[in-house]
């Protein structure tokens, strides 16, 4: 799900991209794209209309008091999140 570009989150992640880069990690080119994961690898019936329940959500106002920086693996077929960083805003 998007969120709404805001200029701290695009800072971050230019900072963590900087950081990373610096240490020697590699790093893509891709854009930051603030969001939020819902769901991954999620079966729907046939006949769920999914795109007309997104079509009823909101904005919702949230106000984030960490963000954690995630690495995804596959674990026995699943996909498995783990945080390796965070920083209290």
């Known amino acids: ?46 006949d769920y209309d999914l795109l007309e329940k997104f079509r009823t959500f909101s904005a919702i106002p949230f106000v984030p008091s960490r963000i954690s920086l995630m690495e995804s693996c596959r674990i026995e077929g699943k996909v498995v999140y783990r945080e390796i960083g965070k920083k209290t805003i």
Do not use: C, W, Y
Request: charged share 30%; proline share 9%; aromatic share 6%.
């Open 1 to 46: 799900m998007g969120i709404d570009p805001e200029p701290i989150l695009f800072r971050l992640a230019d900072d963590l991209r900087k950081t990373l880069q610096d240490g020697g990690f590699p790093v893509d080119d891709r854009p930051f794209v603030g969001h939020l994961t819902l769901g991954r690898e999620v079966k729907i019936n046939h």
